[in-house]
């Protein structure tokens, strides 16, 4: 079993920054893919990014490639969503998940999701 917790939200301005934090416990961190989804109220949970147990390979979704950044830190269990150039349509509740079974890119493929963090971008 593996808990996950984000933090890191917020309300920013377009073209403002936030990172995003997912803290991880229980079974071994360093060995699942980490990904971040987001959803957005009336619309269904979607590919953010991805990265893998050793940090050597990420995956982006097309619309925060270049203004995105993965990362993780396997020592402290955690995973980070550097987010620039914020854009009105990023706002949504940001999860974090693993426990990969599957597509990296598909959300039922996780088996691990933590509660959510809200990030509004106002225009």
């Known amino acids: 079993q593996v808990q996950l917790v984000e933090s890191g939200g917020g309300l920013v301005q377009a073209g403002g920054s936030l990172r995003l934090s997912c803290a991880a416990s229980g079974r071994t961190f360093r060995s699942y893919v980490m990904g971040w989804f987001r959803q957005a109220p009336g619309k269904e949970r979607e590919f953010v990014s991805a990265i893998s147990w050793s940090g050597g390979s990420t995956y982006y979704a097309d619309s925060v490639k270049g203004r995105f950044t993965i990362s993780r830190d396997n020592a402290k269990n955690t995973a980070y969503l550097q987010m620039n150039s914020l854009k009105p349509e990023d706002t949504a509740v940001y999860y974090c998940?693993?426990?990969?079974?599957?597509?990296?890119?598909?959300?039922?493929?996780?088996?691990?999701w933590g509660q959510g963090t809200q990030v509004t971008v106002s225009s």
């Open positions: 998940a693993t426990g990969l079974t599957g597509s990296i890119y598909a959300s039922k493929a996780y088996d691990y």
